[in-house]
């Protein structure tokens, strides 16, 4: 006998936000662009640096936009947990990509400070100030949803820091315009290169440990474990393993021993516990009388 209990609820498809994400989406790819044309016509490093910091936004908004797409397919025969990897594999793709890009521009950056070259700063003026009342758009526009979804939540989060590379080459532009100081762009770039570098590392560590199935951030399984062996009933536990198929969907599994207690009703309180004391709603409890063959021992994480 086993006791399962989940809940099917999807914190990541919320329909009424779709048109949101899709004009923040479409608005960001169009101006990275721009920044791109722009970073080679004008000179500026810190323009391309920045396009590559807002291609974080693009990935980041793509991401939440198929992860909506595909949260609606149901499971079928091949894929019983349905597509939901979709989302830790092209953020993970996302994060490698963008550490070939921090690299070359931190590269570029050394070389332009060794042969400074000449940056039309005025044209580069503009085309942050328009990068930034971009980003202030998409902000605007994902402000009402990012407390109800954590996929717009990453998104927003993503915009907002974003901005701050635009102020930074606004700055940059308005020195090199006022004392053609050059040298500055390079700076600029660098800092948001570094900028960039930190976050991108924290998306892969976590894309990773996702598709490696370890124990998702936030959970303490030795707590786990503590709160279950003091429920009445269970004198022993054993297999306690605790992953996620993709972010906010933790699930668990453990065979639980009751010698003499109510098998059903202890995997009804280690259910309740679990969704309860921890979030944990996708549960799969296999009561025993005895330990079975399969049991590697009590685990005990400290």
Known sequence: MAGHSHSHADATAIPG?????????????????????GGFLTGSLALISDAAHMFTDTAALAISLAAIQIGKRSVDAKRTFGYHRFEILAAAFNALLLFGVAIYILYEAW??????????????LVIAVLGLVINLVSIRLLASGKDKSLNVKGAYLEV????????GVIIGALVIWLTGWT??????????????????????RDSMNILLEGVPD?????????????????DSLHDLHVWAISSGKTSLSLHVVSASGNLEQTVA??????????????????PERTPCEQASGTHRFE
């Open 111 to 124: 070389q332009r400070m060794r042969s400074p070259q000449d940056i039309s700063s005025r044209p580069m």
């Open 218 to 234: 936030g959970v303490d399984v030795a707590e786990i474990e503590k709160a279950l062996l003091a429920l009445p009933g269970i």
């Open 183 to 204: 040298w500055i762009d390079s700076i600029i770039a660098v800092g948001i290169g570094f900028w960039v570098l930190p976050r991108t590392w924290i998306l892969l």
């Open 17 to 37: 936000h779709e048109r949101s994400l899709w004009i923040a989406l479409a608005l960001t790819t169009t101006f990275m662009i721009a920044e791109v044309i």
């Open 160 to 167: 907002w820091s974003d901005m701050l590379g635009s102020v």
């Open 269 to 286: 309180s280690a259910a309740a516990l679990l969704a309860g004391q921890f979030d944990i709603h996708h549960v799969t409890v296999q």
